[in-house]
């Protein structure tokens, strides 16, 4: 039954929006749309979210949508909350949690275009399953020529009960469980096209007390079937306190993302231009991200291990992917645990990473014709064991081919070790440090890494750390080097070019794999690997430095003026 508001918002809504259904104005509790048709806005709308109600975290909305069918054209103008940024940690929580355009479960071809969302205490545009008993999905979604601007400013995201999502859009299936007895289903969202979206500059710019551990996503697409992400933008986006993802996707079946732009995050202790997890089938093409940074402390606690990442692209757990002349520049990591301070202080561990491409866990993927240069360590902690690492390519996975892929001077920029060994490489193939404090020793592995290629024009240039020690490399410790394979089963590198590195051009290892809780790691050597027809020239190391006690094969390499 429709409450009295509900009822006169509909008559205003039949009463304006005749003939040409043009919007002129916002009710106090916000516009419902419940019929189909093509709404066009008549003027730049500002909307005041009311404070009165229960203090608790549903959220309000400026426009609905709860009819299919509906096209909304904000004809070149702006929708946008009226707040004040900087006080806003004082507003009541009504203020804190509101959504410029939210799309209702069960609605389907949906259409927003044409114009700028800005400044929404949560996220600009809304499309999140949220009623589990409702098992009708939000399909056939299209957001088109949009600036997503300067939203999630001001939402807690990580209270109870509210989905973990602030930034620009918000696009994703959930769960339908009709009672509590019942096991609960996915329900994905079907055939979403998000085409020419710029968003920008999402998430607070300032400290926010509420807000620990806050996650800023501008523009996120989850558990969706049949997606396409196109000339689309997602920079300069912000998190205060911790992560911050241009462009994040998981959960997903069958994906496109193409010219699009995830450039400029900033967080303190993760910040990823464009990120993809747990899809099958996604092919990502001409895309750049560059210049994501990390920098500031960590919130971790004494006895706890930490870790933060400056990535370019992330790709973890997906399987089919394909990644196609794709650039990763200039990537930043500066971090500590300042945090963690006093003589009964102790973080037993930190790890700090620049990668220009992660891939963790992948398998089948193919890499074509992709940059990843310039990618920097600048400080990786304070701690009695400190680790990092400088990667234009980070793999961990199985049955990933690269071809023609170039990696330049990714390094490590530190005047002193503080404890621990940092290291700057090329192409990394192997395992991730945990928080053991213990490069390669990780649990639940899927080791070993199968039958992974490098073929064709490979080229690894300059990557590395000027204080790399060629003499002291230890098996299961990964010293700097331009083509860096640990753990890998049926490798392959044809026909690369490993020069000028910090380090060695090539190293084989050996990792250690922990199988069981309290039990001696077990030996993983790179083994029954075959490396042809390569040049390693001109490396601060050893042309080829091999720590493995695998049988591996060497044939028709060159390997001249390198170190010791």
């Given at each position: 039954m429709?409450?009295?508001?509900?009822?006169?918002?509909?008559g205003?809504l039949s009463?304006?929006?005749?003939g040409?259904?043009?919007?002129?104005h916002?009710?106090?509790?916000?516009?419902?749309?419940?019929?189909?048709?093509?709404?066009?806005?008549?003027?730049?709308?500002?909307?005041?979210?009311?404070?009165?109600?229960?203090?608790?975290v549903?959220?309000?909305?400026a426009i609905?949508?709860?009819?299919?069918?509906?096209?909304?054209?904000?004809?070149?103008?702006t929708?946008?909350?009226?707040?004040?940024?900087?006080?806003?940690?004082?507003?009541?929580?009504?203020?804190?949690?509101?959504?410029?355009?939210?799309?209702?479960?069960?609605?389907?071809?949906?259409?927003i275009?044409?114009?700028?969302?800005?400044?929404?205490?949560?996220?600009?545009?809304?499309?999140?399953?949220?009623d589990?008993?409702?098992?009708?999905a939000?399909n056939?979604?299209?957001?088109?020529?949009?600036?997503?601007?300067?939203n999630g400013?001001?939402?807690n995201?990580?209270?109870?009960?509210?989905?973990?999502?602030?930034?620009?859009?918000?696009?994703g299936?959930?769960?339908?469980q009709?009672?509590?007895q019942?096991?609960?289903v996915?329900v994905?969202?079907?055939?979403?096209r998000?085409?020419n979206v710029?968003?920008?500059e999402?998430?607070?710019?300032?400290?926010?007390?509420?807000?620990?551990?806050?996650?800023?996503?501008?523009?996120?697409?989850t558990?969706?079937?049949n997606?396409?992400?196109?000339?689309?933008q997602?920079?300069?986006?912000?998190?205060t306190d911790?992560?911050v993802?241009?462009?994040f996707?998981?959960?997903c079946?069958?994906?496109?993302?193409?010219n699009?732009?995830?450039?400029?995050?900033?967080?303190?202790?993760?910040s990823i231009?464009i990120?993809?997890?747990?899809?099958?089938?996604?092919?990502?093409?001409?895309?750049v991200a560059?210049r994501?940074?990390?920098g500031?402390?960590?919130?971790?606690?004494s006895?706890f291990?930490?870790?933060?990442?400056?990535?370019?692209f992330?790709?973890?757990q997906?399987?089919?992917?394909?990644?196609?002349?794709?650039?990763?520049?200039f990537?930043v990591?500066?971090f500590?645990a300042?945090?963690?301070?006093?003589?009964?202080?102790?973080?037993?561990?930190?790890?700090?990473?620049?990668?220009?491409?992660?891939f963790f866990?992948?398998?089948?993927?193919?890499?074509?014709?992709?940059?990843?240069?310039g990618?920097?360590?600048?400080?990786?902690?304070?701690?009695?064991?400190?680790a990092?690492e400088?990667?234009?390519?980070?793999?961990?996975?199985?049955?990933?081919?690269?071809?023609?892929?170039?990696?330049?001077?990714?390094?490590v920029?530190?005047?002193?070790?503080?404890?621990?060994?940092?290291?700057?490489?090329g192409?990394?193939?192997?395992?991730?440090?945990?928080d053991?404090?213990?490069?390669g020793?990780v649990?639940?592995?899927i080791?070993?890494l199968?039958?992974?290629?490098?073929?064709?024009?490979?080229?690894?240039?300059?990557?590395?750390?000027?204080?790399?020690?060629c003499?002291?490399?230890?098996?299961?410790?990964?010293?700097s080097?331009?083509?860096?394979?640990?753990?890998?089963?049926?490798a392959?590198?044809?026909g690369?070019?490993s020069?000028?590195?910090?380090?060695?051009?090539l190293?084989?290892?050996t990792?250690?794999?922990?199988?069981k809780?309290?039990s001696?790691?077990?030996e993983i050597?790179?083994t029954?690997?075959f490396?042809l027809?390569?040049r390693f020239?001109?490396?601060?190391?050893?042309?080829?430095?091999?720590t493995?006690?695998?049988?591996?094969?060497?044939?028709?390499n060159?390997v001249?003026n390198n170190?010791?």
């Amino acid at each position: 039954m429709k409450t009295r508001e509900q009822k006169r918002i509909e008559g205003r809504l039949s009463q304006n929006l005749r003939g040409r259904k043009m919007i002129t104005h916002l009710p106090s509790r916000g516009l419902i749309i419940v019929r189909p048709g093509n709404y066009v806005f008549a003027k730049d709308l500002v909307f005041d979210p009311p404070v009165e109600g229960k203090n608790n975290v549903d959220t309000i909305n400026a426009i609905t949508i709860a009819s299919s069918n509906v096209q909304i054209n904000l004809n070149g103008f702006t929708l946008s909350q009226k707040v004040t940024p900087h006080h806003a940690f004082h507003l009541p929580l009504q203020k804190r949690f509101v959504v410029g355009i939210r799309v209702l479960d069960g609605v389907r071809n949906t259409v927003i275009r044409n114009g700028t969302i800005r400044g929404f205490a949560s996220v600009g545009v809304s499309a999140i399953k949220q009623d589990r008993r409702n098992p009708a999905a939000i399909n056939d979604l299209t957001l088109e020529s949009l600036d997503l601007l300067r939203n999630g400013r001001t939402s807690n995201v990580n209270l109870p009960g509210f989905s973990s999502v602030a930034g620009g859009y918000a696009v994703g299936g959930g769960y339908f469980q009709p009672t509590p007895q019942d096991e609960e289903v996915l329900v994905q969202n079907k055939n979403i096209r998000i085409f020419n979206v710029n968003a920008s500059e999402n998430g607070p710019d300032y400290p926010q007390p509420f807000t620990p551990n806050q996650f800023i996503d501008a523009g996120t697409t989850t558990f969706c079937e049949n997606v396409t992400i196109g000339n689309s933008q997602f920079n300069r986006n912000t998190s205060t306190d911790f992560a911050v993802n241009g462009l994040f996707a998981s959960d997903c079946t069958n994906v496109l993302i193409k010219n699009c732009v995830g450039n400029g995050n900033r967080g303190v202790i993760e910040s990823i231009g464009i990120l993809a997890a747990f899809i099958n089938k996604v092919t990502v093409e001409d895309c750049v991200a560059n210049r994501n940074i990390i920098g500031g402390s960590s919130n971790v606690q004494s006895g706890f291990s930490d870790s933060a990442s400056a990535v370019g692209f992330a790709f973890e757990q997906d399987t089919s992917l394909t990644v196609r002349r794709c650039t990763a520049k200039f990537q930043v990591a500066s971090f500590s645990a300042q945090r963690c301070t006093g003589s009964q202080c102790f973080v037993p561990f930190l790890i700090t990473r620049a990668h220009g491409f992660r891939f963790f866990r992948t398998k089948q993927a193919l890499f074509e014709n992709c940059i990843a240069n310039g990618n920097i360590l600048t400080a990786g902690g304070r701690t009695p064991s400190s680790a990092g690492e400088a990667a234009g390519y980070m793999f961990n996975g199985s049955r990933i081919t690269m071809r023609d892929c170039v990696a330049m001077n990714n390094r490590v920029i530190l005047t002193s070790q503080p404890g621990f060994t940092h290291g700057g490489f090329g192409f990394f193939l192997g395992l991730f440090v945990t928080d053991s404090g213990t490069f390669g020793q990780v649990r639940n592995p899927i080791f070993p890494l199968l039958f992974n290629v490098l073929y064709g024009r490979n080229i690894a240039r300059g990557n590395g750390w000027r204080l790399t020690n060629c003499k002291r490399i230890t098996p299961g410790t990964p010293a700097s080097s331009g083509i860096y394979l640990q753990s890998n089963k049926g490798a392959v590198v044809n026909g690369a070019t490993s020069s000028r590195n910090l380090g060695n051009g090539l190293r084989l290892d050996t990792g250690f794999v922990i199988v069981k809780r309290n039990s001696p790691p077990v030996e993983i050597p790179t083994t029954q690997s075959f490396i042809l027809n390569n040049r390693f020239i001109d490396n601060k190391c050893k042309g080829i430095k091999n720590t493995s006690h695998g049988r591996n094969v060497f044939f028709n390499n060159v390997v001249k003026n390198n170190g010791v």
